[in-house]
């Protein structure tokens, strides 16, 4: 990846200094100044040696008179797969639990209370192939496989919620399988999962081969350190899938992601939508997404005309955060693995909604019965044509 663009940051940095990079930052992020949190030499030295990017930004809110502030720790973990895509499924595995456990230990000595991972974290993403095999082998039990005890143990110790993105066995229903975001306590009990709402069926992104749209709505997870919900990567494209998950009270939510950089991708929009969100929602948004080539055994078409091929193009990383008022903070590396930490007072969420009224304004009477007459088999749309009496 030594020709790829490193990021975004990087290019302003590179070129900007002074009032200009000043007047960026205000403009683009939102603030001047980015809040930068001082991490700890061991954690700086960690990182160096695990080879992967770590970096901390807080999000601050207003003294309030009558409530304490609500400080929490909040970190994404975007990387790349540990091994070839042509090796045994637990080899595979096993490499991606090991590289990913010395992220999770730094983010444990910097006091992280959850950890978001990005879609399917613990395997490659091979939906692209339509291969049944051995791709199907990757899937577990939400509630007891091997990713959940591994990320259960690791919550018990450092009392750290997980929100893990798995690709699910439901064998309690023949053996279908669900793209599930697991909610792990920081006890190291399960809360609740997930299952992905939006299945996209566009170029490569077949994911419909696999499993269906969801079917558990848009729960909220009552957290030690906060309500938290997930958004689940093509999700991020349906604005009423976002605007749900804030009217069940989600203070924070998270949106685990696989998205690419190639023609087809949708890196331009990247920047946008979890931003959009955490503007028109009144609450944190957090982007993740996975890094890096991954190449598989036999080639597959993307239905386009053009030349078979064995991956799907550059997983371009930048993951970020944004708070409720819109202000969001520098992004990973495109190509890089990473560890993002974010230092947010949730009180910043009710402080928006006082200040801007979205909730107060936003008419859902209104919007619930245009919708209730789109659905109708003789539905016409609301048109005015000139000279229309």
Request: hydrophobic share 35%; net charge negative; with cysteine.
């Amino acid at each position: 990846m030594e020709n790829e663009t490193v990021s975004l940051e990087a290019i302003v940095n590179n070129n900007l200094n002074g009032r200009d990079l000043e007047e960026f930052n205000r403009i683009y992020y939102g603030r001047t100044d980015n809040h930068e949190v001082k991490l700890k030499e061991s954690s700086i030295a960690a990182a160096k040696e695990a080879d992967f990017e770590l970096a901390a930004y807080a999000f601050p809110a207003k003294k309030e008179q009558t409530r304490p502030p609500r400080i929490v720790k909040v970190g994404v973990i975007q990387h790349s797969i540990a091994a070839p895509t042509d090796r045994p499924v637990n080899e595979q595995k096993k490499a991606i639990f090991e590289k990913v456990k010395k992220i999770i230990d730094v983010a444990g000595q910097e006091g992280v209370n959850i950890i978001c991972f990005q879609e399917l974290w613990n395997m490659p993403f091979a939906f692209c192939t339509r291969e049944k095999q051995p791709w199907c082998e990757f899937a577990e039990s939400a509630e007891d496989g091997p990713t959940t005890r591994f990320l259960s143990e690791l919550a018990a110790k450092y009392a750290m919620v997980f929100v893990s993105s798995i690709l699910e066995r439901d064998e309690n229903h023949s053996d279908i399988l669900w793209n599930t975001a697991v909610i792990i306590s920081d006890t190291g009990s399960v809360i609740g999962k997930h299952r992905k709402n939006h299945i996209p069926r566009v170029g490569d992104f077949n994911e419909s081969n696999y499993y269906m749209e969801g079917n558990t709505g848009h729960p909220v997870f009552a957290t030690r350190y906060g309500k938290i919900a997930v958004n689940i990567c093509f999700g991020r494209h349906h604005v009423l899938n976002w605007m749900m998950f804030g009217q069940n009270g989600a203070e924070i939510v998270f949106n685990p992601s696989a998205t690419i950089a190639a023609e087809a991708g949708s890196e331009y929009m990247w920047n946008i939508e979890a931003r959009n969100a955490a503007i028109t929602n009144c609450y944190y948004t957090a982007a993740i997404n996975r890094v890096g080539y991954e190449e598989f055994p036999n080639e597959f078409t993307s239905a386009d005309g053009k030349p078979a091929h064995k991956d799907l193009g550059l997983f371009y990383g930048s993951s970020y955060f944004t708070g409720p008022d819109g202000v969001r903070c520098p992004g990973l590396s495109r190509t890089r693995d990473g560890l993002l930490i974010a230092v947010m007072d949730l009180n910043k969420n009710r402080q928006i909604k006082d200040r801007r009224c979205y909730y107060m304004t936003q008419r859902l009477d209104m919007y619930v019965h245009s919708l209730s007459k789109v659905l109708e088999l003789d539905y016409k749309p609301q048109v005015v044509h000139e000279n229309e009496k």
